[in-house]
């Protein structure tokens, strides 16, 4: 633990990416993040009706704990997680409880998680660079495809994409051909938006399209959410659930 200059204690959390993704230079090229420890002010944010309603609340909440000078844009989705996660902890403890549904006899019980546990998918660093450029052959069609992985940036604009769309054609969902748009820098080497789009809309076989979103996510750096559970009804275990986050992740009961 650190003092800062405004006397708050501190705490260094590692990341996901192990700072891989970033430039030679980065603030986050280390690998590490300082936060702060939550204080009233922060929930302040998180009481904030305003906030909650637009959508950021958790977003300003990060924000506001990050010590370490960085454009928050920057940050990619899978260290955000880590950040999250961090900061629920030091702001709450690591003892998070919610609501568990048995799948084999639908018993509900009220299941305390230790988020300390909780660790980060392994990564082999020599898959990774600071380019944060990938290739991908499809295993169908066998075009060759460069990728990027996504950060906070890319993500606020592919949402106020799909937004835009939602308004304008109810009903129609665009969210899988928008992500791809934004991850899929080129294909067949040939970079243009408008052929990059005609393949994405018209030539992405279905079975390709599955092969590189599986590909995509085992080689993004993030949290392990998967936990275990043993009903005490009627002793069902589940060796890997995904951990059921709610509004009371941020929010317990008091």
Known sequence: MS??????????????????????????????????YMTAREEDILTSANLIEKGVVIDQLLKSLIVTKVDYGDIFIGDKNAIMLAARIFGYGKTYNNEVTCPNCSTKEDIPFDLTQLKYKEIDPKNYN???????TLPNSERKIEFKLLNHKDEEMIQKELDGINKAMKGLSRDITTRLRYQIISVDGEKDPKVVNNFILNEFFAMDSRAFRDHYNSLTPDVDFN??????NCGHVEEEMALPISVNFFWPSR
């Open 130 to 136: 600071r380019k944060n450029i990938f290739e991908f």
């Open 3 to 36: 003092e800062t200059q405004s006397k708050f204690p501190t705490e260094m959390v590692d990341l996901p990416s192990q700072g891989l993704l970033y430039p030679e230079g980065h603030p986050l090229s280390s690998g590490k993040i300082e936060l702060k």
């Open 227 to 232: 936990v275990g559970f043993i009903c005490n």
